[in-house]
């Protein structure tokens, strides 16, 4: 091993002992790279030799790894091994593990929570303000007022059409109708009849005769 590489596994080593708290390859590289100028590939095969030589510990949390001191300083780096910390029972560190399951759904719930009261603040910032409720509940009052008005004086008219009237109404409408749809027919056969010994067009021969169609007239006949 080169000495630039003993010297990045004693930095890395010390710099875990010295935090004594869990960092990743990627957090130990931005935090040594500009003062130590370690390259992000020697900080991981560094920080995997340290784990495999059982001088730190690594576990893993699905797709990263994270690393953290031992409780003891190996003597490679130390004339004697020393405790550099005070020693965790097995009973210990199911309490800590349990205690961080505990806080882990906390935080979950916690965050459910604030995403339930962001979906809340949205709703209510995209609704009206009690002003804008007020205001638009006087608009509401003074046309209902308007239509009011307008009922009365519907109702008070002297000049209403009864049913029979109504009835006699459409019956003369559908008589009408009728009656356009028959002579539409006749016309058009009749144009028919003469258009087939006609030299020109249908339309040169309305031109010619002053004949204009509903369609001309932009009229469309209504259903009986």
């Known amino acids: 091993m080169s000495k630039k ?55 893993t949390y699905g797709k990263q790894k994270i690393y953290f001191a031992d409780q003891v300083i190996q003597a490679e780096y130390q004339s ?19 205690r961080t399951s505990d806080l882990s759904t906390q935080v979950q719930a916690i965050s459910q929570g604030c995403r339930q009261l962001d979906a809340e603040l949205k709703e209510l910032n995209s609704s009206l303000t009690t002003e804008e409720i007020i205001s638009e509940i006087q608009e509401l009052k003074e046309g209902c007022s308007g239509y009011r008005e307008r009922l ?3 109702k008070s008219a002297t000049n209403h059409v009864t049913p029979e009237q109504k009835e006699m109404v459409y ?40 004949v204009e169609t509903d369609e001309d007239c ?4 209504p259903n009986t």
């Open 218 to 221: 932009k009229v469309t006949m």
């Open 152 to 154: 009365e004086k519907i």
């Open 80 to 98: 004697s091994t020393s405790a550099q910390f005070a020693e965790v029972s097995e009973a210990d560190l199911k309490a800590i593990d349990s």
């Open 171 to 210: 019956k003369e409408r559908h008589l009408y109708v009728k009656e356009w749809k028959k002579r539409k027919r006749l016309a058009s056969d009749m144009m028919g009849s003469i258009l087939e010994g006609y030299p020109k067009t249908k339309k040169q021969f309305l031109e010619e005769v002053g």
């Open 5 to 59: 590489d003993n010297g990045g596994l004693t930095v890395i080593f010390a710099y875990l002992n010295e935090k004594n708290r869990p960092y990743s390859a990627q957090d130990v590289f931005n935090n040594l790279q500009k003062q130590h100028g370690l390259g992000k590939t020697a900080v991981v095969k560094a920080m995997e030799q340290l784990a495999l030589e059982g001088k730190i510990k690594e576990k």
